[in-house]
Structure formats: C-alpha cells, structure tokens
C-alpha cells in the first residue's frame, strides 16, 4: 500500500526543468532515502510533495487522495508533516512555546481567541520535550540553543502534528559523527514507536545505507535508480553518476 | 470637458502637458525605482530630495545667479554629497536589519530634512525664473506650447535612453542587475557589493535632485511639496512595476495622462483618482506592469 | 483556565488604574485632558500592535480606522441623532468593515506591497474626508461633535474614557495571550514554518487587522468626542506614522510597549513644543535612535538593562 504517489510530476522553472517526469511510490510503513549530488533537486522534490511549490505538471497524491496544489497548511493536517534543511524554528518563543504552538495549530484551536495560551496540550508538550531529549531546555529562548538542540526541536515541532509521514530534509546536515549517530538514533526510536513512514534526503551515506528500507536516486531532477540498498549500491548508472562526479572532482 | 472634444489644440496641448508632465515624473520616479530595485527599499526620503533639488535650483540660479544648467548639476552633486552622507553615514549599518527599520531610517530623513529645507530657505513659496532660452512659447503650427515644457519632452527620453544604456550595456549595469538577483552570491565573487549600494543611492537621489531642479520653474519650491511627489511617485512605480526603467517610464507617463485628462474631465478630484488607482493596482496587479511577482513569506 | 498573569504586570495595571482613577481629585484640567489624550493614544497603539509585534506585519495606514471610527461615530450622533449606544459599536463595526476589506487584499501581498496597500487605503479614506465636505465637513472637520450629556463634562468623559480603555486593554490582552495569539506571534517568528504546522496564515493575519482595525476604531471614536470634532488629519499618513512611531518606541515585542511609548512621545511632543518648532526634526531623531539602536524598543532597552543587572548580581 502506497502512503505517498507522485506520478508525471514536473517543474519547470521557466526553462530549467527542476524536476522531470517523476514517478515516486513511497510504501507504508518503510524508511525511504533520497539521495542524488547537490543540485539534483531534492528540497524542491519536497516542496512538490509538501504543497510549498506547485508543479508545471503531474500530480501527488496521498494515501490515494490527490493533494496537488493544496496549501501547505491543508497537506499538514492530512499527516503529512516536514522538517527542514535549515533550521526553521520560531526563534524568539521559548522551547515549550515552540511545540505548543504546534500542537494547538493541530488540534485547530489557532483561532479561539479568548483560551489561555499557556494552559493549552501542556503534558503532551512536555512528553514531546522528552521524547526528543529537550525537557531540560523548556524555558529556553529557541534562537538561542545549539545547532544539535534546534534540530532536536525542529524534529519535535514535525511530531506535534501526529504525522503518518515525516519528511526530513537532510536531518543530519553540519553534525559530528557523533551528534548524527545520536540524532538518527533517535528518529528511528521515534519513527517505530510511533508507527512512522520516513522520507528523508541524506549526504551522510552511513545514515543512508544504514537505516534505510528503501533508496532512491535522484540526479538532474530525474530518478535513475530505486531499490534496496543493496540494489542501488550495486547498480551502474548510479555508480557512474557518483564515481563519475567525484573522478572530475579529483581532476 | 466639452473644451477636450471641440477644441484639437486644448486637447493636443493637454496631451503635451501629460507628457512633459509624465516625463519630469520619469526622472523622479526612476530614481526611486532604481533603489528599490537593487536595495529592496522604498526610499521615503525621495520626496525630499527631490524638494532639496528645487530649493538648490532657486539658490544657485535666482539668489547666486549662477545659470540654470549650473542648477543642474549643482542638484545633482548637493544631492549626490546627500547621499553619501546618508547612506555611509546611517544606511549602512541597517542592511542586514528588517526592512521595516531601513524604511522608518528614511522616513527620519523626511523629518529632519523638511525642517532642515524651513531653515535654510524659510516657509515662503519661492519662485524661480525659466532659463532665458526657454521660456515662452515655441509655434507649433496650430498652437503655441511652452518652450520649457517641450524641453521636459525631449529630456525625459533622453535620461531614459542614458539609464537604459546604463543598465543594460555597461559591467556596470550587469553587475547592478546581478545584485538584484543575488547579493550574497555576488559578494562571494569578491565584487564590492557595498560600492555598489552607495552607488545606486547615489544615482538615484542624483536623479530625485535633477527632477526637483527642472521641476522648479513650474513647481515652485515650498515646504510640503515633497508630500505630493512621494505619492505620485508611489503611485508610478507601483504602476510601473517596483525596480524596473521601462515601468517608470510608461507608469510616469500614464500617471501624466490620468492626471491631466482626469483635472480637466472631473476637477478637485485628482487626489482621490491618484490613490484610488493606486489601490487598484495593487489589488489587481501588485507588481505593476513591469515589474515581477514575488513569492509570499518574510 | 489559568491566564498566567505575572504578579508583576498584574500589580503595575492596578496601581496604573488606580492613579487614573485618582487624577480627576488633582483638580487640573490640564492633566485630566493629557490623560485622556494619552489613554486613547494608547489604545490607537496597542491596536496597532497586533499587527506589527503579534503577526509581523507592517501597517503604514492604520489611522484609516481610526478616521472611520471617529466619522462615524461623529457623524451618527450629530447628523443623525442616534444614542450612543448605537452610534459607538456603529462607529466600531464599520471600522472593522473597512479593516476586512483591505485585509483581504493586503493578505495576499508580501511585507512591501502589505504596507503600500496599508498606506494607499488610509490616503484614499483622507482624500474622500477631504472632498465630501457635504457629510465630513472636508477641509474644515467635522465639528460641533453632539456629545451625549451624561459625559458631557470633563470629568465624567475622562472616568468614560478609562473604563472603555481599560476593558479594550484588558480584552486585547486576552486576545494577545490565547491561543490565537501565541500562534499569531509563530506567524511572525516563521511565516513559511507556521505554515507548516498547519496554519492559515493568510487567515490568521486578516483576522489581527480586523481586530487591529475595530480597536483603532474605538480609540477613534472616544477621540471625536473628546475633541468635539473629527478633521482629515486624522487618515492623513503623518498619523499613521505617528502611531506607529509610538508602538515601535514602546517596543513591538512586548504586550504593553506600545502604550508606554504612545505616552512617552505624547510627552516628549509636549515638551519639545515648549523650546522649539521642530518637532519633526527631534522626532526624526527618536526615530534614528530606534532604528539604529533600539529596535526593541523602551521595554526592550529595560529587559536588556534586567538581565545585565542579573548577570552582574550574581556574579
């Protein structure tokens, strides 16, 4: 059963054809990468499927239900939720505030203007905090935390939204090796406990190979190879694309 | 009304006001256009620029009788030296700050420069002289037509054809128009992009001056004439199309014509037609005729 | 339902209150207008801070609503002879009217053509003051406000003016402290990512302006009464643009900025037009100062002096 179908789909950037002709099943369930060089166009892929950009042609659709051209905020509460490559927090509200907000938005209360802020989804806040690892920075200013923590909150303000599919936009992005063992660590805790599908674009190949059920390619804005690890590892075009690219770095 | 469609050369003449009008606009307007384009700010202090260019027009031609071309230029460099001041001064330090701060910067400047202009050159209406080869009329065939605001004809395309040349021909130009794209890119490539600023300040305030001086002798220089340009500026390069020439030019142009056809069909109402345009505009076509569309968010 | 009001601020309204309450006993006319005139230019400010501090946008035209709240209201009870009870929640409706309509479009706008809308709107209100004279008065004002009598006085207008002001205050605070203003502030903080944990942010921001809107309009509408006349002054820019000096003076961050900056400018005005005439010089330069310096404002100047202070203490 496919979560997520992109058939056809396409954009074009006036001339440049960002992305073409992609055919993308996503299965329920699954951990699927994207990887694919720099420029391949992997966060428009997603700004496609998340409703940030609408495309030339083609169509997207979720759960079996077409959701092109919808609105983001409309795509968001069919449980498609998204965290970014760069950090996308809302930087003068504390920790706390950062995922109530999102929790409040979820559970349609934006506009009841006369409930206290403060009192709103406070232990389901909290037990997000934990989830990620945040409780000790609640009252903290989010502009004001390390990168680590910010990515911690960003992963957290994505699972306010009780998602079925979470995109992560190069979770790993700028971290040790360490930091990225343990932030990986933790999206896989919390994509099982919480029965998620995980769609994520990586760099960091040992995040991809290791944790992925699934790969897909994507280079030039079209997808050349999808498949297991294995698969992928193992096939030419894409060996040619990443050897190739790194023989003309080396000259 | 009934003048327009039973007298040819009422209506030929208003069609050469709306020009010369559209055309001294122009010059004004592109300034303000120019800066927006590549500083992504809508300088509110145009307005008093431009009064600054009429008041240096009145002191360097009637008090100091030093010529009307002298006027000129004494406008452009008063305004250009202005400038440098401002934007090296005050500006500079504001660029990576919100576009809300960069905007009230420049509405400080209308403050302090419209009380700067009521103590160098008092609160009286002053008038200032046509140079000696321009005025009166020019014999036209049919009609006589003020010989200066003929001259307002012929300059207009000319600085526009100057700023086209500018823009599109020259590294120069190239580059500005690069900055309108990417600035980060463009500093990453080791261009002196804050040059580049002071520049388009410069020229463009430059320009506010040049249009305040030729617009003296029609327009005397008072206090509070910079209200009235800044709207009609808005309302041109909002039509035109923010940062772009060629919407200046025909947004100024279509501004001269409403505005002069619309005194003489419906009079006393200009100032409602003005911004009752200007709104249209906006909510049909926010960025104008030439101008293009941005994508919403901060 | 816990509203988390700190003891601090909720101590500092009610000695606030309190002294309002009392300046009448001073006997002075003088300060009982100065406090009238700073109570509703308070209230212009805190409205209008709900568009720029709590959704992050900028309004170069918010006096639009708060020339049509005082027309109406004038227009209503003198031209038209209706209580007050009818003419006051008239005048605010119809100011929240005109909010919508130019909501609806200025949503749609990004930061720079928000603000030219904002602007365009509130000129065109000053021109259509300025022409129908036959309803507006034009160029001379509306005058001869027809006040109703149990507030015709002084002192009974100003008791008048604190209890509107003071609920308008305590029903925008509300607004500002609920959940739809904790999510108006992520509106501001991260429009794109607002988006993305399901908001409308497009609805979001057109429902701040009304609100902004309809509470400029009661501050628009106490004003016509107190001046006993409305003139095309009021949608003219210059005061928008004061009012907007006055919230960002304040600071737009936090929730009572903007009325300690409205007083604040009111009496610097007063005081500069003591020694001089320029007072667009000096309040360009308290505009330089905040551009350049204080972009937080006064409140935010004294919470960074607080922690400055609490650093060196505990150390």
Same mark, same amino acid.
């Given at each position: 059963?496919?979560?997520?179908?992109?058939?056809?789909?396409?954009?074009?950037?006036?001339?440049?054809?960002?992305?073409?002709?992609?055919?993308?099943?996503?299965?329920?369930?699954?951990?699927?990468?994207?990887?694919?060089?720099?420029?391949?166009?992997?966060?428009?892929?997603?700004?496609?499927?998340?409703?940030?950009?609408?495309?030339?042609?083609?169509?997207?659709?979720?759960?079996?239900?077409?959701?092109?051209? *919808?609105?983001?905020?409309?795509?968001?509460?069919?449980?498609?939720?998204?965290?970014?490559?760069?950090?996308?927090?809302?930087?003068?509200?504390?920790?706390?505030?950062?995922?109530?907000?999102?929790?409040?938005?979820?559970?349609?209360?934006?506009?009841?203007?006369?409930?206290?802020?403060?009192?709103?989804?406070?232990?389901?806040?909290?037990?997000?905090?934990?989830?990620?690892?945040?409780?000790?920075?609640?009252?903290?200013?989010?502009?004001?935390?390390?990168?680590?923590?910010?990515?911690?909150?960003?992963?957290?303000?994505?699972?306010?939204?009780?998602?079925?599919?979470?995109l992560l936009d190069e979770p790993t992005a700028g971290m040790s090796p360490q930091e990225t063992?343990?932030?990986?660590?933790?999206?896989?805790?919390?994509?099982?406990?919480?029965?998620?599908?995980?769609?994520?674009?990586?760099?960091?190949?040992?995040?991809?190979?290791?944790?992925?059920?699934?790969?897909?390619?994507?280079?030039?804005?079209?997808?050349?190879?999808?498949?297991?690890?294995?698969?992928?590892?193992?096939?030419?075009?894409?060996?040619?694309?990443? *050897?190739?690219?790194?023989?003309?770095?080396?000259? | 009304?009934?003048?327009?469609?039973?007298?040819?050369?009422?209506?030929?003449?208003?069609?050469?006001?709306s020009i010369s009008l559209g055309m001294n606009l122009f010059i004004i307007a592109a300034g303000?256009?120019?800066?927006?384009?590549?500083?992504?700010?809508?300088?509110?202090?145009?307005?008093?620029?431009?009064?600054?260019?009429?008041?240096?027009?009145?002191?360097?031609?009637?008090?100091?009788?030093?010529?009307?071309?002298?006027?000129?230029?004494?406008?452009?460099?008063?305004?250009?030296?202005?400038?440098?001041?401002? @934007?090296?001064?005050?500006?500079?330090?504001?660029?990576?700050?919100?576009?809300?701060?960069?905007?009230?910067?420049?509405?400080?400047?209308?403050?302090?420069?419209?009380?700067?202009?009521?103590?160098?050159?008092?609160?009286?209406?002053?008038?200032?002289?046509?140079? @000696?080869?321009?005025?009166?009329?020019?014999?036209?065939?049919?009609?006589?037509?003020?010989?200066?605001?003929?001259?307002?004809?012929?300059?207009?395309?000319?600085?526009?054809?100057?700023?086209?040349?500018?823009?599109?021909?020259?590294?120069?130009?190239?580059?500005?128009?690069?900055?309108?794209?990417?600035? @980060?890119?463009?500093?990453?490539?080791?261009?002196?992009?804050?040059?580049?600023?002071?520049?388009?300040?410069?020229?463009?305030?430059?320009?506010?001056?040049? +249009?305040?001086?030729?617009?003296?002798?029609?327009?005397?220089?008072?206090?509070?004439?910079?209200?009235?340009?800044?709207?009609?500026?808005?309302?041109?390069?909002?039509?035109?199309?923010?940062?772009?020439?060629?919407?200046?030019?025909?947004?100024?142009?279509?501004? +001269?014509?409403?505005?002069?056809?619309?005194?003489?069909?419906?009079?006393?109402?200009?100032?409602?037609?003005?911004?009752?345009?200007?709104?249209?505009?906006?909510?049909?076509?926010?960025?104008?005729?030439?101008?293009?569309? @941005?994508?919403?968010?901060? | 339902?816990?509203?988390?009001?700190? &003891?601090?601020?909720?101590?500092?309204?009610?000695?606030?209150?309190?002294?309002? =309450?009392?300046?009448?006993?001073?006997?002075?006319?003088?300060?009982?207008?100065?406090?009238?005139?700073?109570?509703?230019?308070?209230?212009?400010?805190?409205?209008?801070?709900?568009?720029?501090?709590?959704?992050?946008?900028?309004?170069?035209? $918010?006096?639009?609503?708060?020339?049509?709240?005082?027309?109406?209201?004038?227009?209503?009870?003198?031209?038209?002879?209706?209580?007050?009870?009818?003419?006051?929640?008239?005048?605010?409706?119809?100011?929240?009217?005109?909010?919508?309509?130019?909501?609806?479009?200025?949503?749609?706008?990004?930061?720079?053509?928000?603000?030219?809308?904002?602007?365009?709107?509130?000129?065109?209100?000053?021109?259509?003051?300025?022409?129908?004279?036959?309803?507006?008065?034009?160029?001379?004002?509306?005058? %001869? =406000?027809?006040?109703?009598?149990?507030?015709?006085?002084?002192?009974?207008?100003?008791?008048?003016?604190?209890?509107?002001?003071?609920?308008?205050?305590?029903?925008?605070?509300?607004?500002? $402290?609920?959940?739809?203003?904790?999510?108006?502030?992520?509106?501001?903080?991260?429009?794109?990512?607002?988006?993305?944990?399901?908001?409308?942010?497009?609805?979001?921001? %057109?429902?701040?302006?009304?609100?902004?809107?309809?509470?400029?309009?009661?501050?628009?509408?106490?004003?016509?009464?107190?001046? &006993?006349?409305?003139?095309?002054?009021?949608?003219?820019?210059?005061?928008?643009?004061?009012?907007?000096?006055?919230?960002?003076?304040?600071?737009?961050?936090?929730?009572?900025?903007?009325?300690?900056?409205?007083?604040?400018?009111?009496?610097?005005?007063?005081?500069?037009?003591?020694?001089?005439?320029?007072?667009?010089?000096?309040?360009?330069?308290?505009?330089?100062?905040?551009?350049?310096?204080?972009?937080?404002?006064?409140?935010?100047?004294?919470?960074?002096?607080?922690?400055?202070?609490?650093?060196?203490?505990?150390?």
């Amino acid at each position: 059963m496919n979560i997520l179908d992109t058939n056809n789909l396409t954009i074009d950037f006036g001339g440049f054809i960002a992305i073409n002709n992609v055919d993308f099943a996503l299965k329920k369930g699954e951990k699927h990468a994207i990887i694919g060089p720099n420029g391949a166009g992997k966060t428009t892929f997603f700004n496609l499927i998340t409703g940030h950009l609408p495309p030339t042609k083609g169509d997207v659709k979720f759960d079996g239900n077409p959701i092109t051209g *919808l609105a983001p905020h409309k795509i968001v509460k069919l449980g498609l939720a998204r965290s970014f490559q760069r950090i996308n927090i809302f930087p003068r509200m504390t920790v706390f505030e950062n995922i109530q907000t999102a929790l409040i938005a979820r559970d349609n209360k934006s506009f009841k203007l006369f409930i206290p802020a403060s009192a709103q989804n406070c232990q389901e806040t909290e037990e997000l905090l934990a989830l990620v690892g945040l409780d000790g920075e609640a009252l903290e200013i989010a502009g004001e935390l390390s990168y680590g923590k910010q990515k911690q909150l960003e992963l957290a303000i994505s699972l306010a939204e009780n998602p079925s599919v979470l995109l992560l936009d190069e979770p790993t992005a700028g971290m040790s090796p360490q930091e990225t063992a343990v932030a990986i660590a933790l999206v896989d805790d919390v994509a099982k406990s919480r029965n998620l599908t995980l769609l994520f674009t990586e760099h960091d190949m040992s995040v991809v190979f290791g944790i992925s059920d699934r790969i897909s390619v994507l280079h030039h804005g079209e997808i050349i190879a999808s498949g297991s690890p294995d698969e992928v590892r193992n096939n030419s075009e894409v060996r040619r694309v990443y *050897l190739g690219e790194s023989d003309d770095a080396a000259t | 009304m009934d003048m327009l469609l039973s007298s040819p050369s009422f209506a030929f003449m208003q069609v050469l006001n709306s020009i010369s009008l559209g055309m001294n606009l122009f010059i004004i307007a592109a300034g303000l256009s120019l800066i927006f384009g590549v500083l992504r700010v809508i300088n509110f202090a145009h307005g008093v620029f431009y009064m600054f260019g009429a008041y240096i027009m009145y002191t360097v031609s009637k008090d100091l009788q030093l010529g009307f071309v002298t006027g000129i230029i004494a406008a452009a460099a008063g305004l250009s030296l202005i400038a440098i001041i401002i @934007e090296r001064g005050l500006f500079q330090w504001l660029y990576d700050k919100e576009h809300l701060m960069q905007l009230l910067l420049t509405f400080a400047i209308v403050l302090i420069m419209g009380d700067l202009a009521k103590i160098i050159w008092g609160t009286d209406q002053l008038s200032v002289s046509y140079p @000696e080869g321009l005025a009166g009329a020019t014999n036209l065939g049919f009609t006589f037509y003020p010989t200066y605001r003929l001259m307002l004809c012929v300059i207009g395309p000319l600085i526009f054809l100057g700023l086209w040349l500018l823009v599109e021909k020259t590294r120069w130009g190239r580059l500005t128009r690069a900055a309108t794209q990417d600035m @980060e890119m463009l500093s990453a490539l080791g261009i002196n992009v804050p040059l580049i600023y002071v520049t388009i300040f410069i020229i463009g305030s430059a320009l506010a001056g040049v +249009g305040g001086s030729l617009a003296a002798p029609i327009n005397s220089p008072t206090p509070g004439m910079d209200a009235t340009i800044i709207v009609e500026c808005f309302v041109i390069v909002i039509i035109g199309g923010l940062g772009s020439l060629w919407g200046s030019f025909v947004g100024a142009l279509i501004y +001269g014509f409403v505005f002069n056809f619309g005194s003489v069909i419906v009079p006393n109402w200009q100032d409602v037609f003005a911004f009752l345009l200007l709104m249209i505009v906006l909510l049909i076509r926010p960025w104008g005729l030439f101008g293009k569309p @941005e994508r919403e968010g901060h | 339902m816990s509203w988390n009001i700190s &003891r601090g601020v909720s101590i500092t309204c009610f000695i606030v209150v309190l002294l309002l =309450v009392c300046v009448p006993l001073a006997e002075s006319r003088y300060l009982i207008d100065l406090s009238t005139e700073i109570m509703v230019y308070a209230l212009f400010a805190l409205s209008l801070n709900v568009i720029i501090g709590f959704s992050g946008n900028v309004s170069f035209g $918010h006096a639009a609503y708060f020339a049509i709240g005082g027309y109406a209201n004038a227009i209503l009870l003198t031209t038209y002879g209706w209580p007050l009870i009818f003419s006051f929640p008239a005048a605010i409706i119809l100011s929240a009217v005109a909010a919508a309509f130019v909501a609806y479009f200025c949503t749609r706008l990004t930061d720079i053509y928000f603000a030219m809308l904002t602007l365009a709107f509130s000129m065109l209100v000053w021109a259509i003051a300025f022409k129908w004279r036959s309803v507006t008065g034009g160029d001379d004002g509306f005058v %001869g =406000v027809d006040v109703p009598s149990f507030i015709d006085g002084r002192v009974p207008f100003f008791y008048f003016t604190l209890t509107v002001v003071t609920i308008s205050c305590a029903m925008l605070w509300l607004i500002c $402290h609920s959940a739809f203003g904790q999510t108006l502030i992520a509106v501001r903080e991260n429009l794109t990512r607002a988006g993305f944990i399901g908001v409308n942010t497009r609805m979001m921001r %057109g429902v701040a302006f009304v609100i902004a809107g309809a509470f400029a309009g009661v501050a628009g509408a106490i004003f016509a009464m107190y001046n &006993r006349g409305v003139y095309t002054e009021s949608a003219f820019w210059a005061e928008s643009a004061q009012v907007l000096i006055m919230t960002l003076l304040g600071g737009m961050y936090s929730f009572f900025g903007p009325a300690i900056g409205a007083a604040a400018l009111y009496l610097l005005e007063r005081f500069s037009n003591e020694y001089t005439e320029y007072w667009p010089t000096v309040l360009g330069g308290i505009l330089l100062i905040i551009v350049l310096v204080l972009p937080d404002g006064l409140v935010g100047l004294a919470k960074r002096i607080k922690t400055r202070f609490g650093r060196v203490n505990n150390q």
